[in-house]
């Protein structure tokens, strides 16, 4: 490979204190992304998906020490060690972010318009009123009714999915080079979601965006991924291109995954399909496989030792489970 | 069913302020909804539709401009004191914001305790072995306790707020969202237990959600809302199955297919046109301005409801051709 990934996340752990708990919420994760790519980040909710993209661009709720290691590379320059100011400078600029929560990313107490033309002001060196145009015609790409009215309005006085729209709006107005969106479309009904994707993925075709998309929706990940990362209890256990690993995944939480989605063909009113069991607490790092007290198939070997990522016989694919990898072997 | 509802809606309206001056935001107008005990009932729509309003106006979080919200046959605002507060408890509300809703400050087993509280329980074992039971139910560890809840995910958060409503043994649970930030097997486990407190405690359940596959398997009816109205309702299957109103058509046309091969060749049906204003909605029909089948009928007088089959009703005047396959938007957009 010539050119390195626009991002290039190795070995990432991160560790956080509180006053009461100290937990590991990211362990060993290790992904990249190129320029114009699109990568989905799938899993367990509590599994580390939120703070390993968050946690080392210094955004993480005060109260809580964060201690990084590992190696986060964004153009080619080490995120991990960079002083607070420096990584501000990224923020927003270059690397756009969409919160899981709209609410926080917004200010209560000030009109929409502002906050989205501030981001402009701010990062694309505009005028105030270049910068309120901007605003407008940002509001109208999300697709919002009266756009121009929704810029006086306050952010409590607009639904779920209006808040997340704006959201969007704010994060692309600095038309970043890699776009981290955390659960961008869950408060959308799927016409909006698809309206809401097709921007995304015309901004990526323009811009060359990169894109990080955090998200439990498969349909999502189906339409607008060309990799995936699945997470179970902070780390990766399943990794590949999208049309190998939804198709026909490996890891036994992956299955459990995919299969927990509904069919069309499920009786109304008949039982969810999940997976038994629930996921381990984060407290002290786990010996063996996180997933082996929930999986079918585990073996001595799975709760011995962590098992490493590794190529699967499909070499695109990796897969942290000695189950899968010894049937490679045997195959 | 031949019983009667437990919640009954009639006419309801509600409406805010709207920045232009002198206008209001017609947020939900003349709804009407029924739910019978022990039922999950769907509400779908557009985001901005109105559903959380509609929700909200129910619990009595938002003021009722006109209509009527019965409860057992109990008009809610001719009660008040104790009685209205009975009524309200029985009545519980499941945020779509799991962030808002619990207290950054509190443990999680103080969130639940003070819910339990509320519910009069007042020997503090008889709270533990609840809460424990509560949290076990959500499918969180009982160690959860402890944990302040802004240190929790957004899913653990979600889980927290469900089992806060279930502490009062709520008989109406409306749901706004409550798993869509879940993960799919905790979002599982979260559906059977609304499955089961359908089942074993006849709790109703209004069920807002964007996740249309699984509103269909919750949910026996659903009711589709478009621009603050319902313009769609009728048994879930029948209702995916032959849809009579073109926006539900589209709507449930745009359920991304989770096969990535399919999903990246399909071309999902494009809402067209600027999404029209809750504060000066358009004449006659609602949806004419985005519709692809609309004639200048559509814009004079709002569409009658059609009954299709046995509690199935959509408002458009084309809705006996789009549920008997005669008519449809999908086709006509692409034409
Ligand atoms: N501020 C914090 N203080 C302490 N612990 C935290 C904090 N934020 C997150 N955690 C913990 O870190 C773990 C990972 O959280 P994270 O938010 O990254 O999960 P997630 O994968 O994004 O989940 P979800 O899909 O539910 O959003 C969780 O166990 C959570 O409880
Ligand atoms: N306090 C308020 N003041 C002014 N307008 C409001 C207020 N609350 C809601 N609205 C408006 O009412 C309309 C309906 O909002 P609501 O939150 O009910 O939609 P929703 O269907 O729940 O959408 P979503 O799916 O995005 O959550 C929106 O146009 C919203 O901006
Ligand atoms: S009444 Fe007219 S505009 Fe409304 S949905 Fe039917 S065809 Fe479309
Ligand atoms: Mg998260
Ligand atoms: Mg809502």
Not at chain 2, 1 to 11: F, G, I, Q, R, S
Not at chain 2, 277 to 299: I, K
Request: charged content about 20%; proline content about 7%; hydrophobic content about 40%.
């Amino acid at each position: 490979m010539q050119n390195e990934p626009l991002l290039s996340v190795k070995n990432l752990t991160v560790d956080l204190l509180t006053a009461k708990s100290a937990l590991r919420p990211v362990d060993g994760v290790s992904y990249a992304i190129r320029q114009g790519q699109c990568l989905a980040i799938v899993g367990e909710s509590g599994s580390g998906k939120t703070v390993m993209n968050f946690a080392p661009l210094g955004l993480m709720p005060t109260g809580v020490t964060t201690n990084l290691s590992g190696s986060v590379r964004f153009e080619g320059q080490e995120l991990i060690g960079l002083s607070e100011p420096e990584v501000r400078k990224l923020r927003g600029k270059s690397i756009g972010f969409i919160f899981q929560d709209p609410m926080s990313a917004l200010n209560p107490v000030r009109r929409i318009g502002r906050q989205i033309a501030e981001m402009a002001e701010l990062h694309l060196n505009m005028s105030p009123r270049a910068a309120e145009a901007r605003a407008l015609d940002l509001v109208k790409l999300v697709g919002i009714s009266d756009p121009a009215a929704r810029l006086s309005q306050y952010p409590h006085e607009l639904s779920g999915g209006l808040r997340q729209r704006i959201v969007i709006a704010i994060a692309l107005a600095g038309e970043p080079k890699l776009l981290i969106a955390d659960e961008p479309t869950t408060a959308l009904d799927v016409t909006v979601q698809a309206q809401i994707l097709r921007l995304l993925k015309d901004l990526q075709q323009r811009l060359n965006m990169a894109m990080v998309l955090i998200t439990h929706d498969m349909g999502v990940v189906a339409g607008a991924a060309d990799n995936i990362v699945v997470m179970y209890a902070a780390r990766a256990a399943e990794c590949g291109p999208v049309d190998k690993v939804l198709v026909n995944p490996r890891h036994p939480y992956t299955r459990g995954l995919i299969n927990a989605i509904p069919r069309r063909d499920d009786p109304i009113g008949s039982e969810f399909r999940g997976l038994p069991g629930v996921p381990p607490t984060l407290g002290a790092p786990i010996q063996g496989c996180a997933f082996a007290p929930r999986c079918e198939f585990a073996v001595a070997a799975c709760t011995r030792a962590r098992p490493p990522m590794v190529p699967t016989a499909d070499s695109n694919v990796c897969v942290a489970c000695p189950v899968v990898n010894q049937g490679k072997a045997a195959a | 069913m031949t019983h009667a509802p437990v919640l009954k809606v009639e006419n309801l309206q509600t409406r805010f302020k709207s920045v232009q001056r002198g206008k209001y935001v017609h947020a939900v107008d003349d709804v009407s909804i029924e739910l019978y005990p022990g039922e999950i009932v769907g509400l779908v729509g557009e985001s901005g539709c109105g559903k959380s309003t509609l929700g909200r106006t129910i619990v009595g979080l938002e003021k009722a401009s006109a209509g009527r919200v019965l409860l057992d046959g109990v008009d809610l605002s001719t009660l008040s004191g104790a009685a209205l507060r009975n009524s309200r408890r029985a009545l519980q509300y499941v945020f779509q914001d799991p962030y808002s809703s619990l207290n950054d400050r509190q443990t999680v087993g103080e969130a639940i305790d003070e819910a339990l509280l509320i519910d009069g329980l007042r020997s503090a074992d008889e709270r533990t072995r609840r809460a424990k039971e509560l949290l076990e139910q959500v499918g969180l560890p009982h160690t959860a306790r402890d944990r302040h809840t802004r240190e929790l995910s957004g899913g653990q958060r979600q889980r927290v707020a469900i089992a806060r409503s279930l502490a009062v043994n709520p008989r109406v649970l409306i749901c706004d969202e409550p798993v869509s930030a879940l993960d799919l097997s905790i979002r599982a486990q979260v559906m059977n237990l609304f499955l089961r407190l359908q089942k074993d405690l006849g709790v109703a359940c209004l069920f807002i959600a964007h996740d249309l596959a699984l509103v269909r398997q919750a949910a026996s009816r659903v009711y589709v809302m478009y621009l603050g109205k319902i313009v769609e309702h009728g048994p879930s299957q029948e209702l995916y199955d032959h849809p009579g109103h073109p926006y539900s058509q589209m709507l449930l046309a745009s359920v991304p297919e989770v096969d990535p091969r399919v999903e990246k060749l399909r071309s999902a049906p494009l809402l067209k046109g600027e999404v029209p204003s809750p504060t000066n909605p358009p004449s006659g029909c609602r949806f004419r301005t985005r519709c692809p089948l609309a004639v200048e009928d559509c814009a004079l007088r709002a569409p009658a409801s059609h009954v299709l089959s046995p509690d199935h009703n959509a408002a458009c005047i084309f809705a006996p051709d789009l549920h008997g396959g005669k008519r449809s938007a999908l086709i006509h957009q692409a034409a």
